[in-house]
């Protein structure tokens, strides 16, 4: 499975964006996919993952109430629906999936990840 976002970008705050991770070579049926972003010279912070099994989804304190994480099988597609953006919120943004029923918000239990999108909040 290879893994491919879109979707980053320039917005300006209270702007929205939705990134998409795309599925190549498999589906994400049975698999945990997770979203993660990154700034230079910070660690790596988990956003949001999803359960492929049972649907079920854990956000980052920061963005919860704002940022919404589902997966369209017919897409073979996650996506994660940005809203209120903040200029903190900006960073790569990373997908990773690996083959479990159980998703967790720990960088270390995925072992697929896409390359990046770049998502900037700047007025």
């Known amino acids: 499975v290879q893994l491919v976002e879109s979707g980053g970008g320039l917005v300006q705050p209270g702007g929205s964006l939705r990134l998409s991770c795309a599925a190549s070579g498999s589906t994400f049926n049975g698999y945990a996919i997770g979203w993660f972003r990154q700034v230079p010279g910070k660690d790596r912070e988990a956003v949001s993952c999803i359960s492929s099994s049972d649907g079920s989804t854990t956000y980052a304190n920061s963005v919860k109430g704002r940022f919404t994480i589902s997966l369209d099988n017919a897409k073979n597609t996650v996506f994660l629906q940005m809203n209120s953006l903040k200029p903190e919120d900006t960073a790569v943004y990373s997908c990773?999936?690996?083959?479990?029923?159980?998703?967790?918000?720990?960088?270390?239990?995925?072992?697929?990840w896409g390359q990046g999108t770049q998502v900037t909040v700047s007025s």
């Open positions: 990773a999936a690996t083959a479990s029923r159980l998703a967790t918000m720990w960088s270390g239990w995925y072992d697929l």
